[in-house]
C-alpha cells in the first residue's frame, strides 16, 4: 500500500531516533583490518591483541581477528540518507608522489557515512554535542599498508597527536607530524553556498604497502559519559574551542566516513597527499 508523505516522514523520525538508542559503535563482521573506534584501544590491545606492543609482520591480520576487537570496530558502511532525499559526501583524492614532487599515484573516489557519524550529526544538530579535532586514517584491506605504526598498519593524518583523536590512536599506528592536516570550512558568498568542509593532508609511507580503507575520524564533546559511552543529554556545556584540546573528560571520537577502495600501491619513502571534501545534498 503506498503511504502519504506525514506517514514516510513519521517513519524516518521513528527511524532516526530508534538508531540514537543504539551504541554508536556497532560491531562489524567479516573485515579483516578495520580501525578501532573508541578509547578503550589500550585494553582492548593489552587483552585481546597476540602482538601488542610488536611491529607486525608484513600482512599479519592476527592482531585484528579477535572477538573484542571486532566489537569496537567503525560503523559499517552506508549510505547516508534521511529517506527524504538528504545525503552526505565523502569525495575523496589521494596523489602518491616520489620524494621530488613526481606524481605516481591519483585516485580520487566516494565514500559513505560510518554508523558513529550519524550519532554526531544528530548531536551536532540537537546541540548536545559539539566538534573537536579530527583525523584521516588510511590502511591496508589486506597486506602490509604503507604506514608501519608501533602496534598497527594504519597511517594516521593529524593536526596534532596531543589531541583526541589523534591521542586515542598515535600511540599504536604510524602518525604524520603536527600540523599534518588542515581544515577549512567553505560557506560561499554571504552564506549562500556551495557549503563544503575539507580535510586536507599528507604523511610519509614507512614500508612499501597498499591503501585499500580509508577512515575520516571526527571527535566531539557533549554532556555524556564516553567511556563507556552514554547517550549525551541536554545542551552541550563545553565550548568548541575548549573541546579541540579537551582530554578529560575524554572526548567521544570515531569513524565519521569510511570507504573500501581498489588498492593504491605506494612505496617506502613516498609522499601520500589526501584531501578529503565533506558536502550535503
Not at 173 to 201: D, K, R
Not at 253 to 261: D, L
Request: hydrophobic content about 35%; charged content about 10%.
Amino acid at each position: 500500500m503506498r503511504r502519504n508523505s506525514r506517514q514516510q516522514t513519521a517513519g524516518t523520525i521513528a527511524i532516526i531516533m530508534a538508531g540514537c538508542m543504539v551504541s554508536l559503535f556497532s560491531a562489524e563482521s567479516g573485515r579483516a583490518q578495520a580501525i578501532p573506534p573508541v578509547a578503550s584501544v589500550k585494553q582492548v590491545i593489552a587483552e585481546e591483541v597476540p602482538h601488542a606492543g610488536q611491529a607486525l609482520a608484513p600482512g599479519d591480520p592476527s592482531t585484528l581477528a579477535s572477538p573484542a576487537w571486532r566489537k569496537l570496530m567503525g560503523g559499517e558502511t552506508t549510505e547516508a540518507s534521511t529517506g527524504i532525499g538528504l545525503k552526505v559526501h565523502g569525495h575523496w583524492i589521494i596523489d602518491v608522489k616520489d620524494a621530488d614532487g613526481k606524481l605516481t599515484q591519483h585516485r580520487d573516489f566516494e565514500n559513505s557515512l560510518s554508523g558513529g557519524g550519524g550519532g554526531f550529526l544528530v548531536g551536532m544538530l540537537s546541540g548536545a554535542l559539539v566538534s573537536g579535532d579530527w583525523m584521516v586514517v588510511l590502511g591496508a584491506s589486506s597486506g602490509s599498508s604503507p604506514c608501519l605504526g608501533p602496534s598497527f598498519q594504519f597511517c594516521g593524518i593529524v593536526r596534532s597527536a596531543s589531541t583526541y583523536p589523534g591521542l586515542g590512536y598515535c600511540g599504536v599506528y604510524l602518525c604524520s607530524a603536527n600540523n599534518g592536516l588542515t581544515y577549512t570550512a567553505n560557506y560561499g558568498t554571504s552564506f549562500g553556498g556551495p557549503y563544503s568542509y575539507v580535510l586536507s593532508g599528507q604523511i610519509t609511507a614507512n614500508q612499501t604497502g597498499t591503501i585499500g580503507v580509508v577512515y575520516s575520524i571526527f571527535s566531539a564533546c557533549g554532556n555524556n559519559s564516553f567511556n563507556p559511552i552514554t547517550n549525551p543529554s541536554g545542551v552541550a556545556t563545553v565550548s568548541p574551542s575548549s573541546c579541540v584540546t579537551q582530554t578529560s573528560p575524554q572526548p567521544l571520537y570515531g569513524p565519521f566516513t569510511n570507504a573500501n577502495i581498489t588498492p593504491v600501491s605506494v612505496t617506502n619513502g613516498q609522499i601520500i597527499q589526501v584531501t578529503v571534501t565533506i558536502t550535503f545534498s
